[in-house]
Every structure is written in structure tokens, then in C-alpha cells.
């Protein structure tokens, strides 16, 4: 890991279990992270020791091993995956057992192995591994997710660099967009929350019923669904405990209404989607759902997705991100969402988030249904925000608030 | 790892999968392994993948992160292991995955720890991963052990060379025991295990109620259980499958009875028992017990091993081993039980092997006690052979059969 800044990545690794998890003591702490992000996994074991945690339990995965079983594997091995590990995985945060993802992986690891050995495998591991999702959304336990500046991934945002240079040109952007190049990240981080959290009660007080983006090749009103509630920095887990999931995070966002959004709207930064890169999506929509759809990069993948199932045309999620976000600042195109929804306003195809509504905590799915929350096997983040965008709420009593002007916050 | 050789690293991944843990077409591998041999475990990965496999999970262990625990955890830390994984782990086995583990970790880890912290942790350990043990002691799946030349593992053996020269000479000490040198591995294992079949199969047949050890120090009488069955090479799981659970293994092996063991004996290499090392064991057994024990060096710990509990004190295995076997030959000791034991012939204080019975596969502990087979939480092996030890078989009818000569089988 030649030249990246040890006393940052520990910095990182400190904030990630005081911030990001909020481990509390004597709970255990699982981590799925990969296998090169080793150093950073020894660091937040360590910090998780000093916190008084409990057990720390590593798992970490392989790109290789993986690579190995598209090469080698008969096409049987695809329909397989580890029931046991997720169905213990669940059963650890039903015990209490909080959870740390660390992303790292190369973005377009599969993007050259056949598609249908990747569907499979994504099809039956998203089956093996519902024990263990359904308590991380449902929000069961504290939960964080922070990044290790693999050298795969360094790779494909620096092709042009040595790989040592890549990556430590990744770990300074991690640690900026991270705020651990803050004297106190910490500090830092109680502040950022505390801002985040005035834009979310701002936005949960004025209850708007719609939303406006107006820009180049944007204009789109976007129902937001009933009971909505905006979203955004520390929140708690159904286990009491106030945990930030994504390091970094500069997004508010909401459920809009599956049913009411309408108009058309353009991205702003290309899409990385499992190895294709979409660039130039352009939707129209009617009555909530995509009606017709264009791209100029990988239009053909961006319609299967559309495909996927009838909520894969509608809206899932609604987020508001100001022009002046760090990440958005490095001009850098991460290929992962952790990172570039953090960068612009944006939008996402499919499944909403069930604890984004007010009041009771856990919707049933029919409940969420009635208020306008929609359902999908698929839930994908698209940047529409830019400098060049202005966003108007749009009350109940029929007044027109402004909320962002030229892709900041107005107030 | 600078200067492993590749090739034969490959060669003792490709046995590990075909003769070791004999994996069968669609059936899934769960490795268990060091963080540091990725290497080998990517080498695995890749030919249980060509050879069928479903699914290869790997899971990692890291000394590090092992030893912060005991830098920076509190005390009650060391009561929680993680219950959820074993018991996944034991659901797994049910399903016919079959296991491998890889050794190679620092012997003498834990040996600057707080024995009282080490002692819960074990304690902690040992009871959650009950499920998964079992489910291995039955022999209910195929499994195989091999070996990483870990560096720190290699340190304690060679600690007079450089870090990749000690490990260099690690790796050919594993690949010289584990046969790999030869042109055909596989090849040179099946004409191996031929010998070995040969061995217990003439012991078996033999029947001896008693064999009896002599050599400097040495004049021991260990009555065999009734019932014993002599094992070595090659066995069948419960699930069908012939693998070999050791590589290397050069032993056949038996129950003694734990009533019925007299005189007196020696050991001829020193014993690494959880970071101590006992040398020069001389103990008398009276009854199957051990009524006197003497070590020149790690007599305390000797001791307080042997008042683990009742069956502490009494044999669980007798093993027999050529003073030739290449362990032997290599002069080396590796501080693991894997490699030592088969470099001499040994005895093993504490719980029998249940599989070493003839008739029913399943015996219960009652029926395992009443024909003779010890009981305890511990099971040690510690050496006896030499180039000095004559043994003799003493059948039922009184006859007195040679079955080692100057530490060499007789035939």
C-alpha cells in the first residue's frame, strides 16, 4: 500500500467506528470488506477494541477468487451461494451485531465476463443473501459503509497513472470527500450533520407535495409521496443507536409518489452501472413512469434495466445535494455510488426506502404502497443535479418555495 | 512472498483438491485460512473450481487483528466468539460442503498474552464452535488440512535467517513433507497410502490386545481398546467420500485402552504446547493413569495440562511412524502438530478418536467408553519414536509379534 497516508486511513478508521457505525460498547461488529483492504480492516479492529466492542468479526472477499469461478467454474456454480454465511450473518444482527461494509472493489470487475454467468449469480446470491439485507434496510442495528482505495478501482479513475500514484490519488479523495483531512474529523462530522439535519427539518416542516428541477434538458415535477420524510446524515437505527450508514454523505432525500412525477430530465454525470457506462440519459415522464427513455452511451443497457420489472420506470428515491459538495468540487467520477450520489442532486430508478415516511417506523409493504412508495427489485442513483439547476417546493396551499438556485441551497 | 515456488505451490493446491479433501463435482469448499495465504487459497479456489466445485467460500483469520483483541479489548471481550458463524458453519457441513483448512499461523502467537484472557478465549471458542466441530470429529464430510509457510511461523523455526529466507526454506520443508516434490503428487500420494492401507490392514488383522515400546527411557506397555481399529491414509467420510484429512500424514493410528497402559516412557522431541515448549517428558503410567510426571523444561505447564481433567492423564492415541518418514528425515521440528507427529511414532494424551472402532461408524460415548476409548477436552500428541525403538505386537494368544525394529517396520 506504498504511499498512502497511514495517519489518514486511521483517521478514517477511527471516524468509521465513533461516527459511521457508532459502535456502542460490548456490541460485536461485523465487516465484509476485500481482501487488500486488510490495512484498513486491522486499523477499524483496533478502534473497535478501544471502543469496548465486543467480538470483531472480519469476512473478507477475493476479486481473484472470483475472477477464478467465471474462468473455471461450470455454469452450475452460478445458481449457487452461501445461504449459511448470510442466514448467520442475520442472525448476528438479530443479535445486536453491528454491521461495517467497506467498498473497494474494482467497479467493472465483471464488466468482460459473461452476462448471463453475472445474472445468475447476482439472482441467486440476492436470494441467499435476504436474511441479511432485510435487517440492514429495515434498519435493525447500526450499520456503516466507508471505502478502501483498491488498486482496481484506483485503476479505472487514474487509467493514466502508475498504479501506486492511482491509488494514493484515490485514498486523498476518499479522505477528502470522507472529511478526515479535518484537523477533527469527528468535529467535523457533528457540524456536517448538524447542517444536514437543519435542510431535513426545514424540508420535513414546509411538507411539500411537489418538487421542481429546472436546468438544461431538465424540467421534471416530482410528487413526493404522502407521510413523506426527508432524510439525511446521523440517523438511528431501530436499536436506538445514532449511526451515519455512508461515509461520505452530503444528501437529503425522500420518497417521491410512484405515480406523480412528470416532465423530462437529463443526467449530468455518467452512470456506472454493473460495468457499462451510461452517459447522456435523457427521460420523459407521464403519470409517475418513463415513457420514453435515451442515451447516448448505453442506451440498450439503460432499457433493460427499465425492463426489469414495473417499478423499474418509476421513482424510488429523491436527493437533494448542493453544487459545492467536496466530491462534487474534485470534478472526479468515482463509479460508485457511495461516492458520485454524493456529487449531485439525483434521482433513483426503483425500490424507496421504507423508513423515509413519517411516523411508524416499519410500513408494511402494502402500507407503503398506499402512500406512494415504490416497490422494484432494482434501486439505481442517477445524477441530475448540476451548477446550472434551480429547485422550487411546492406547497400544499399552492406557494412556490425556492429551495436551490444555480445547485445551491438558497437559504 | 518473494521466493515460494509458484509452481509447487500450485502443485500442493491442486493435491489439497484432488487427493486431500478429494472434492466431488457440484460439491461446495468452505476454506478456512490465515489472511497471508491468499496466495495458496487463490490456488485452491482455482482448481476446486476446475474440478466441479459449487460454491469456494473462502474465510480468512488475521494474527493482527488477533492480537489487538488482546492489546486493546476489555476483559469481557474474551467470553464472545462468534456462536453465528459456527453454527453456519455446522448448517454448511450438513449440506455436504467440505472443509479445508489451511495452517501456517505463528505457533507462538498467544505467548505473550495474558494466559488468563487466552484461557476465555479458548473457553469461548471451543464451546461455539461445537457445531461445526462435531460435524468434523464425526468425519460427516470429506476435509483436508495442508499448510501456508506463514512468515512468523517461519521465523520461530529458522530464527537465525532473514524473513524471506526463513520462509523459502519453510515452504520446501512443507513441500518436501507434503510429497509434492515428486514429478506426479498425485501419483507419489496413491502409492503412498497403498503402504499405509498395507500397515493398518496387517495390524487390523493382527489384533494385538497390547504393543509394547522400548527404547532408551522407554519401557512402556500400552493395551490397545477393545475393538480398536488401526486407521491411516486415506478414509472414507460419512458422506462417501475418500479423502485425506492430513497432508502430510505418515501415521497409522489406533486407540488405546485408557485403563490399561503400564511402565514407563520418554519423549524424543521437544512438545510445543500453546506457546511453551515441554522438553524431555518422562512419565509412568500405573493403571492407564499417569502417576508420575518430569519434564527438564515447561514441567508447570506438563502438569497443569495433565490436571486438565480426569481423562487428561490417560492415552487417547498411539501412533506409528517410520524413524524414515521425510518429517523425520528433515531433522526439523515445526512447532505444529501436523508436521511433528509425523515424524516419530507418538502417543496422545487425552480424548480418543471415535472413528478408530471397528463395526459402526457412530459409536456413542457410552459404547466408546465401554470398550476402553478415553475422554477428556484435551487431545495432545507428543513423540516417543526414535531410531532406537523396538515395538512389539502381543497377540491374544500370547504370541509376540516385531512390529518395529531400530524405529523401522519390520517387513
Same sequence: chains 1, 2.
Avoid at 182 to 211: G, M, Y
Avoid at 385 to 407: A, M, Q
Wanted: glycine share 8%; aromatic share 8%.
Amino acid at each position: 500500500m506504498g504511499s498512502i497516508n497511514f495517519e489518514k486511513l486511521d483517521k478514517l478508521a477511527e471516524l468509521s467506528v465513533s461516527t459511521g457505525v457508532a459502535l456502542q460498547q460490548g456490541q460485536n461488529l461485523l465487516i465484509t470488506a476485500p481482501s487488500d483492504a486488510l490495512p484498513l480492516v486491522r486499523l477499524i479492529a483496533k478502534h473497535a477494541y478501544k471502543a469496548g466492542a465486543g467480538l470483531v468479526t472480519p469476512f473478507f472477499s477475493d476479486s481473484e477468487i472470483t475472477l477464478a469461478r467465471y474462468k473455471y467454474a461450470s455454469d452450475e456454480s452460478f445458481d449457487v451461494a452461501a445461504d449459511w454465511l448470510y442466514k448467520g450473518m442475520g442472525e448476528a444482527f438479530d443479535n445486536n451485531t453491528a454491521r461495517m461494509a467497506i467498498a473497494g472493489d474494482d467497479p467493472m470487475l465483471l464488466s468482460d465476463m459473461d452476462p448471463e454467468r453475472v445474472s445468475r449469480a447476482n439472482k441467486a446470491n440476492s436470494k441467499a443473501y435476504k436474511p441479511a439485507r432485510e435487517r440492514i434496510t429495515q434498519f435493525d442495528i447500526n450499520w456503516n459503509i466507508i471505502a478502501w482505495p483498491g488498486l482496481a478501482w484506483a485503476k479505472r479513475m487514474f487509467p493514466d497513472l502508475a498504479e501506486d500514484d492511482a491509488q494514493t490519488r484515490l485514498s486523498e479523495a476518499i479522505f477528502m470527500a470522507s472529511r478526515v483531512n479535518a484537523e477533527d474529523p469527528v468535529a467535523s462530522w457533528k457540524t456536517h450533520n448538524q447542517t444536514l439535519k437543519e435542510k431535513r427539518e426545514w424540508l420535513n416542516e414546509k411538507d411539500f407535495k411537489e418538487i421542481h428541477f429546472k436546468g438544461p434538458g431538465t424540467d421534471l415535477k416530482v410528487g413526493l409521496a404522502d407521510d413523506h420524510e426527508w432524510m439525511g446524515g446521523a440517523s438511528m437505527a431501530q436499536n436506538g443507536v445514532i449511526c451515519n450508514p455512508n461515509i461520505p454523505s452530503e444528501e437529503v432525500f425522500t420518497t417521491p409518489h410512484a405515480l406523480r412525477v412528470e416532465g423530462y430530465v437529463s443526467s449530468t454525470k455518467p452512470l456506472s452501472h454493473q460495468g457499462t457506462l451510461i452517459d447522456n440519459i435523457r427521460v420523459v415522464f407521464e403519470k409517475g413512469s418513463i415513457t420514453d427513455a435515451k442515451a447516448t452511451k448505453g442506451e440498450t443497457v439503460l432499457k433493460k434495466v427499465l425492463e426489469s420489472d414495473e417499478g423499474a420506470r418509476r421513482l424510488g428515491e429523491v436527493a437533494l445535494v448542493p453544487n459545492s459538495s467536496p466530491i462534487s468540487n474534485s470534478g472526479l467520477l468515482f463509479y460508485n455510488t457511495l461516492f458520485d450520489e454524493n456529487a449531485a442532486c439525483h434521482i433513483a430508478l426503483g425500490q424507496c426506502y421504507s423508513k423515509c415516511f413519517k411516523g411508524e417506523t416499519n410500513l408494511s409493504t402494502s402500507e407503503i404502497s398506499e402512500r406512494g412508495g415504490n416497490s422494484s427489485m432494482i434501486h439505481i442513483d442517477w445524477m441530475i443535479g448540476s451548477g446550472e439547476i434551480d429547485i422550487d417546493g411546492f406547497g400544499k396551499n399552492g406557494e412556490i418555495v425556492p429551495i436551490f438556485r444555480k445547485g445551491e441551497w438558497v437559504d
